[in-house]
């Protein structure tokens, strides 16, 4: 099993739709979560941090964590097309501080 | 400020052969990353560089030697290239000043080994 579980997609939207990207988890010593967004040939960019559990939000993007159900959110209102690329999450913490395990990554594709 | 380079963008190998990845930084970083990329299987780390001098085996290592050359620079060798090495590969530095969670990537190296 792996650390970090992300569904693939891939994941198609209408304009305007709000999205929904999840990870899962099994390592209770992450403490830090981190979504990257990657466009196609490109590498990936930093798009939301958090520290521990709660809610993040800027703009359109919204990051959530639930330490307690090792369950991370990405959610992202009004979708545009310019928002179509693949989202990882990402995590670090305990023994494995500086170093990230990402997720699977997420396709998403926004049409207009 | 170019952030993370890396080269060759793209490069073909023939089974056997070997070939350096280079990669460099100027946000003057302590800690520098290899990775790999695969469909379906996210980022894997391949070996990672806390400070200059220092480097450590990650995820997949095996097949791979690195080379912290100075700050700036962090170069992956493949000595025997084979076709399971087919694969995107990011190198990534992290800025001390803002955790060494946010990692910032370069533009990647697309190989193919035949």
């Known amino acids: 099993q792996k650390e970090v579980e992300q569904d693939p997609g891939p994941l198609s939207v209408p304009e305007g739709a709000i999205v929904s990207l999840n990870c899962t988890y099994s390592?209770?010593?992450?403490?830090?979560f981190m979504w990257y967004r990657q466009y196609s040939r490109k590498g990936p960019e930093l798009l939301m941090y958090?520290?521990?559990?709660g809610n993040k939000e800027d703009g359109r993007f919204t990051a959530q964590v639930d330490k307690s159900s090792k369950y991370i959110s990405l959610f992202i209102r009004d979708s545009q097309p310019s928002d179509s690329a693949t989202y990882l999450c990402?995590?670090?913490?305990?023994?494995?501080?500086?170093?990230?395990?990402f997720g699977q990554g997420t396709i998403l594709t926004v049409h207009p | 400020n170019a952030g993370v380079t890396q080269t060759p963008k793209f490069q073909v190998l023939k089974t056997g052969q070997s070939m350096t990845l280079q990669c460099a930084q100027d946000?003057?970083?302590?800690?520098m990353y290899w990775y790999r990329q695969d469909p379906g299987m996210g980022l894997r780390l391949i070996y990672y560089?806390?400070?200059?001098?220092?480097?450590d085996k990650g995820e997949v290592p095996n097949g791979y030697n690195v080379s912290r050359l100075n700050k700036r620079e962090f170069s992956l060798r493949l000595e025997s290239a084979a076709p399971s090495q087919t694969s995107v590969y990011f190198c990534?530095?992290?800025?001390?000043?803002?955790?060494?969670?946010?990692?910032?990537f370069g533009p990647g190296t697309r190989l193919l080994v035949l």
């Open positions: 390592n209770s010593a992450f403490q830090y």
């Open positions: 560089s806390a400070s200059e001098g220092t480097t």
């Open positions: 990534a530095s992290s800025d001390p000043g803002r955790g060494l969670e946010t990692q910032y």
């Open positions: 946000m003057n970083h302590n800690s």
């Open positions: 990402a995590m670090s913490g305990g023994t494995s501080y500086g170093k990230l395990t």
């Open positions: 958090t520290y521990s559990s």
